[in-house]
């Protein structure tokens, strides 16, 4: 699992924007700091919940000068979908090929109903120089992150 210190595992992956466009980690550093939400799915509620609270402070994160990603493993045409039922303001990555959540050691399944290899619910912050500064990982996805933490974290970036 990725820790703080860590230089972040560089990917290459579908952003879903409203269009969905190509989004490269290393190419986006300018950015920085990058507060990386993973989330196991699109349209249940805890995830629902977590990306309305990123959304209901994203103008703290910006005032910052953060810039926050969802990802799950959901397609890119359904995440632009999510996007657009929670009037989400920040674009979310699509890791549908599974290949982000094993690069950075965060993969979990839901036996019991048959789901396997879904991202923890996690939020990594990476700064400039492509280096995580802040992880939270969760076991229980129905447990979400302290925001002001994670607030705190990108501000420290």
Not at 1 to 30: K, Q, R, Y
Not at 47 to 59: G, P, Y
Not at 80 to 103: C, G, H, P, T, Y
Not at 104 to 120: C, P, Q, R, T, W
């Amino acid at each position: 699992m990725v820790s703080v210190g860590d230089s972040a595992p560089d990917f290459t992956a579908p952003l879903a924007n409203g269009d969905i466009e190509e989004f490269t980690l290393s190419d986006n550093l300018d950015d920085a700091p990058l507060v990386l939400a993973f989330f196991p799915g699109a349209f249940t509620s805890v995830c629902s919940h977590e990306m309305t609270e990123f959304r209901d402070r994203l103008t703290d994160f910006e005032d910052i000068g953060a810039t926050v990603y969802g990802i799950s493993v959901d397609s890119p045409f359904a995440l632009n979908e999510f996007r657009d039922k929670l009037d989400l303001d920040f674009d979310l990555i699509s890791d549908a090929d599974k290949e982000i959540i094993e690069s950075y050691g965060i993969g979990m399944d839901f036996a019991e109903l048959g789901v396997h290899d879904v991202a923890k619910r996690s939020v990594f912050v990476v700064d400039s120089d492509g280096e995580v500064t802040y992880a939270w990982v969760s076991d229980d996805p129905g447990v979400e992150p302290d925001y002001d933490e994670v607030e705190e974290a990108a501000a420290d970036a």
